[in-house]
């Protein structure tokens, strides 16, 4: 596996939802993380919450392949506070849990349990 330094983002922009095909969306949340542009937005039609724009097919597979995605903790303290990626996908026991903390304080933000989530999420490292 050749791994790049960094991640290429390239975005495209989604005219219509992914879900029940409408067209009118608001956008529910907006932030730059380390420059990077991350824009969700709710479907008027069904309220399916999705990113648009979102990166591009030859985007993402150089993301998954990218040390941005694999080890993102050698971006130093910024990985922390702002990441991009796993703190380091090979070492994943240890990143998965400070990963899960990190995200579920996030999540807390928005509502006490019990409540209802559905992530849908897909990764994988080529090992060769």
């Known amino acids: 596996m050749i791994m790049e ?11 219509a939802c992914l879900l029940c095909d409408g ?3 608001r956008t529910v949340f907006r ?5 990077v542009p991350l824009q969700f937005v709710k479907c008027d039609g069904c309220e399916l919450v999705f990113q648009n724009p979102r990166l591009t097919q030859p985007a993402l597979a150089r ?5 941005t995605f694999i080890k993102d903790s050698d971006a130093g303290g910024r990985a922390l506070k702002e990441p991009l990626g796993y703190f ?3 070492s994943w026991d240890e990143s998965y ?4 903390r990190f995200r579920l304080t996030r999540l807390a933000r928005y509502g006490r349990p019990p409540g209802r989530l559905l992530e849908i999420s ?3 490292i080529d090992s060769r």
């Open 5 to 15: 330094e960094t991640a290429t983002w390239e975005f495209e922009t989604l005219d």
């Open 23 to 25: 067209r009118q969306f």
């Open 31 to 35: 932030r730059d993380i380390r420059s």
């Open 63 to 67: 993301y998954f392949s990218s040390s």
């Open 88 to 90: 380091d996908y090979l």
């Open 97 to 100: 849990k400070r990963t899960a």
């Open 122 to 124: 897909a990764s994988s």
